[in-house]
Nanobody, 123 residues
Framework: QVQLVESGGGLVQAGGSLRLSCAAS????????MGWFRQAPGKERQFVAA????????YYADSVKGRFTISRDNAKNTVYLQMNSLKAEDTAVYYC????????????????WGQGTQVTVSS
């Protein structure tokens, strides 16, 4: 049974930084992609960033490119999302997800989801 547990959310002022963590367990993820998505109130869940576990190739939404960085720690089976220069529009619940479909942009590309962590950026 795959489990994903996010942490690291909170309240931060605009321009500040947060680092989200996603601890994964239940299987070996060497052939999987890990993704971060976010969902603001009244909006659909949207892609933020993705990482291929085996190659560390990364992909980002245009809205976060240059400000957010996705990375992994093999020993801890954990994926991180470093978020810098945060803006009010980054406020959302952030979810990590894991999938093995060879694509990364859509929620349907992922099989397992964490419970989410709230990020609130005050302007």
């Amino acid at each position: 049974q795959v489990q994903l547990v996010e942490s690291g959310g909170g309240l931060v002022q605009a321009g500040g930084s947060l680092r989200l963590s996603c601890a994964a367990s239940g299987r070996t993820f060497s052939n999987y992609q890990m993704g971060w998505f976010r969902q603001a109130p009244g909006k659909e869940r949207q892609f933020v960033a993705a990482l291929w576990w085996s190659t560390s190739s990364t992909y980002y939404a245009d809205s976060v490119k240059g400000r957010f960085t996705i990375s992994r720690d093999n020993a801890k089976n954990t994926v991180y999302l470093q978020m810098n220069s945060l803006k009010a529009e980054d406020t959302a619940v952030y979810y990590c997800a894991v999938g093995r479909r060879g694509s990364y942009y859509y929620t349907g590309d992922y099989d397992y989801w964490g419970q989410g962590t709230q990020v609130t950026v005050s302007s």
